[in-house]
């Protein structure tokens, strides 16, 4: 039975134009109807359209009109329902990440990374406990990132962070042009463990966290743990599933 479809898209005219094209060639059943959400755009618009459809149970398809597009399939418009008919399906569990400043605690959910970043000139002065366990006492450095498998091809790759398979119960830590402890390239962790950042000289040296796209700034202490009882469906088409996808990025030149 053909499953009903809704198209979303990013703002630039050529997802705008495809997605005028598709809803021409597909009825589009509204979002609270489909069985499935077709998203247009970028990797960005992807991460936009999994937050917008969080806990509706609703999978995502997305069609890449970005740079990257390393969470998309290709745009073809022949074929749509078919191609998601026999698409192959990866489930993704985001980060909770509670950061707390002057004015309290913020919750944010990442489904790539969440990342500390210094605000200022001056060096950030980060203590990373894990499971309770101080295992850096002060690591200066310019941040430090925590990453999903599904994330761990963007910032954390761009960082020289390990990729890691979709399927992997792991999680990558990764320093953000460290300083000191000089030679520390970060960590793999178990994707149960609870990681808490503490922020030192917090005032002299600020710094932001970032889970996806919300910020939250000057923060004095992030905490942050995979939550399993949060999870979206991705579709990829045939023989292009996202385990593939992060293979292949492994081998390229």
Known sequence: ??????????????????LESLRKAYPD???DRADVIVALGG????????HEFLGKGKPIYGMNFGSIGFLMN??????????????ERAEIHPLRMRATNAQGTHEALAFNEVSLLRQTRQTAKIRIVVDGKPRIAQLACDGVLISTPAGSTAYNLSAHGPILPIDAALLALTPISAFRPRRWRGALLPHRAKVRFEILEAEKRPVSAVADDYEVRDVTSVDVAEDRSVSMTMLFDAGHSLDERILAEQFLD
């Open 29 to 31: 059943a509204g979002a």
């Open 43 to 50: 990797d960005g618009f992807m991460l936009q359209t999994l």
């Open 74 to 87: 290709e745009y073809h418009e022949k074929d749509v329902d078919a191609r998601i008919a026999a698409a």
């Open 1 to 18: 039975m053909t499953q009903k479809l809704h198209f979303v898209a990013s703002p630039s005219p050529d997802a705008q134009e495809a």
